[in-house]
């Protein structure tokens, strides 16, 4: 009877775990050079609230981000120290949050609900532009995945987080979305929202969505 009941618990919770596969990402032909899209980065705090992004421009970015772009080496368009490959990202939208698989090219959805508060706020301080973009991107490093002092696992899970934000503001460059690298957030209430483990850490996020 027991049994019966796990696995009926099991069935249920399987069911109830959501997965949005996305389209293949486009490798786009925007024909900008990367010295233009170097020339336009630039730190926009101003989202067109009434805009969303589409799901292939959602594929497209998450790839720039931290997607895979050596498929026979399962390596990644963003390097990491030692290729521990320790960095996530998580979608927080206006109807849930969802962390990107890059190998199944899916969102798989963790909460239900609009979060993106928690990314605009930490104690004292509140940035509510970050309301006004469609999708905040959180970027956490699994620092436990480095065998190593804890500072130079820290120092390594952010410096890798760093180049992912990077990777997203180049892209937004030169697909024209607005973006910014942001440190500000509720780390301990996204990592509760999260169920993150004790050495996942929220680095840095970046809200994206289209210039107001
Ligand atoms: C690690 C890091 C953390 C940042 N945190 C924030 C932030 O919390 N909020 C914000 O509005 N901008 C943040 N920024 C953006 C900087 O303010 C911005 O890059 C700087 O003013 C230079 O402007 P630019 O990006 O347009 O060149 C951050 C940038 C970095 C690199």
Known sequence: ?????????LAFMANSITAEVLPQPRHSDSGMSL????????????FDSARDLGSQQLSDLLWAAVG???????KLTSPTALN??????????????????????????????????????RAGFEQDFV????????????VAKFEAPADMA????????GIVSQNINLF?????L??????????????????????????LNNPVGYRR
């Open 154 to 161: 820290t120092l390594m899970g952010a410096v890798d987080a």
């Open 178 to 203: 607005a973006t910014v690298t942001r440190a500000t957030m509720d780390t301990q209430a996204i990592s509760s929202l999260l169920g993150l483990a004790p050495g996942q850490m929220p680095v």
């Open 35 to 46: 010295d233009e899209a170097l020339r336009l980065r630039r730190s926009d705090r101003e």
């Open 84 to 121: 521990k490959q320790e960095i996530s990202v998580y979608v927080f939208s206006k109807s849930d949050v969802s962390l990107y698989d890059a190998r199944k090219n899916s969102l798989t959805k963790v909460a239900d609900g609009d979060h993106r508060r928690l990314t605009a706020r």
């Open 68 to 74: 895979i772009n050596r498929p026979d080496e399962d």
């Open 131 to 142: 309301m006004d973009a469609p999708v905040v991107l959180v970027i956490v490093a699994d």
């Open 172 to 176: 937004c460059a030169a697909e024209g």
């Open 1 to 9: 009877m027991k049994k019966l009941l796990t696995l009926i618990v």
